[in-house]
Nanobody, 124 residues
């Protein structure tokens, strides 16, 4: 059974930075492409970033492009999301997820295993 655990969330002021981590177990991490999603209160879960199995290809939502960086360390079975220049609109629960697709995927239905989420709150 694949298990994903996110960490690194918290409260930060606008303009600040956070680095989220997602540690995987129960499978071969390098076999999965990975994604980050987020869900704000009262809103649908939305795509944030995608990274391919070897970390060569990435894709970002327009709202985070240039501010967020997705990366992975397959030797540590860990996915990262570096978030810079945060704004209150980035406030959400952030989830990591696995996908068996090799090319970038932005729809949550295309991901199979999910973590429990980590809260990110950005104050103005």
């Amino acid at each position: 059974q694949v298990h994903l655990v996110e960490s690194g969330g918290g409260l930060v002021q606008a303009g600040g930075s956070l680095r989220l981590s997602c540690t995987a177990s129960g499978g071969t991490f390098g076999n999965w492409a990975m994604g980050w999603f987020r869900q704000a209160p009262g809103k649908e879960r939305e795509f944030v970033a995608f990274i391919s199995r070897e970390g060569i290809e990435t894709r970002y939502a327009d709202s985070v492009k240039g501010r967020f960086t997705i990366s992975r360390d397959n030797a540590k079975d860990t996915l990262y999301l570096q978030m810079n220049r945060l704004t209150p609109t980035d406030t959400a629960v952030y989830y990591c997820a696995t996908t068996t697709f090799a090319s970038p995927r932005i729809w949550s239905e295309e991901y199979n295993y999910w973590g429990q989420g980590t809260q990110v709150t950005v104050s103005s």
